[in-house]
Structures are given as structure tokens and as C-alpha cells.
């Protein structure tokens, strides 16, 4: 299993062109690959081809939430991952915030949890909301931004720019 996080100058794709993207493409945090899409493909070999998927609700157990794996956009970088991730709910509460983001400083880490588990300096989106009983999930809301804002011109146009060669 593999989580990829490119946001430094080494890789294909570059924070500056990804930052660029988020900005031209609807002025949003960044969003999640639409279903059946993959934004980049790996040019390191480590995660499979094709698509990933959007980060969807695969299971739930109880007062726990297993998040499916995904490809996005995150507020500069590009993420993407062939993981799941269980996530544990607290009990009686309502409108529980799953985000999905990365770690900044740390190569490659995916973070999928609620709000609390991320520091200050992390970067994240929401993508589902949960309401809890105390023994169960009594409600799930989908507040994923999937896809391009912008219908994929500016995005599009930047990645296939770092695709080819211009401008490394």
C-alpha cells in the first residue's frame, strides 16, 4: 500500500504549477478526482494505474468509518493513495467533520481523520460529515468538491504542461 504527497521540486508535478491549478480552477481549497478519472499517473511505478478512486465511505462499523482510497488536489499539492482509512467517531455528537489532507514537512503522509487529528501547519478538505448516536452512525453527508472546478481548462493545461517537459 502507497501514499504519495508531491509537493516538492523533484517530483513530476511541482507545488508552485499545483498551487497555480487550485487558484485558476474555481479559487477552492482543491478537490477530489472525479469517479472513473485519474489526474496524474504515477511516474514513480509505486501505485497502480487507472483510477484510484474519491476518497468514498467503503464501510461502516459501529461508530467507525472506513474511508476509501483516492487521488486529489490539496491546497498546493497533489495526493494520492491505494489506502484506506479507518476513522473513529465520537459518540452523541452531530455534524463530525472527516478531512482528508497531507502533512506538511513530511514526505508522503496522508492524513484521513477527523478535524482534530490535523495540526495547525497541515493542509486539508472536508469530504464527509457524520452524525453519531451513542452505538452508532445515525447520518452521512457528502461534502466532497469532486472534479475541476473549471471543468479541468486551467488544471488541465498545467498538468499537461508539467507533463511535457516545459518548464522543469
Known amino acids: 500500500m502507497t501514499q504519495k504527497v508531491h509537493l516538492s521540486f523533484d517530483r513530476r508535478i511541482r507545488n508552485r504549477e499545483v498551487s497555480a491549478a487550485i487558484q485558476h480552477g474555481g479559487g477552492t481549497k482543491g478537490f477530489i478526482s472525479e469517479d472513473g478519472e485519474r489526474l496524474v499517473e504515477d511516474s514513480e511505478g509505486d501505485l497502480p494505474s487507472g483510477d484510484l478512486g474519491t476518497f468514498d465511505v467503503e464501510a461502516t462499523d459501529g461508530l467507525s468509518v472506513t474511508i476509501g482510497a483516492g487521488e486529489a488536489l490539496v491546497e498546493g499539492a497533489y495526493i494520492a493513495t491505494d489506502e484506506t482509512f479507518d476513522v473513529n467517531l465520537n459518540a452523541d455528537e452531530t455534524e463530525q467533520s472527516v ?49 475541476r472546478a473549471d471543468g479541468g481548462a486551467a488544471v488541465g493545461a498545467i498538468l499537461a504542461y508539467q507533463y511535457m517537459g516545459v518548464g522543469r
Not at 514526505?107 to 464527509?128: C, K, R, T
Not at 453527508?141 to 472534479?147: I, K, S
Open 99 to 147: 478531512h482528508i489532507g497531507w502533512r506538511d514537512g513530511v514526505p508522503d503522509e496522508i492524513v484521513v481523520g477527523l478535524d482534530g487529528v490535523f495540526a495547525s501547519a497541515d493542509h486539508q478538505l472536508e469530504a464527509w460529515r457524520f452524525d453519531t448516536d451513542g452505538e452508532s452512525i445515525t447520518g452521512e453527508e457528502d461534502v466532497r468538491t469532486l472534479g
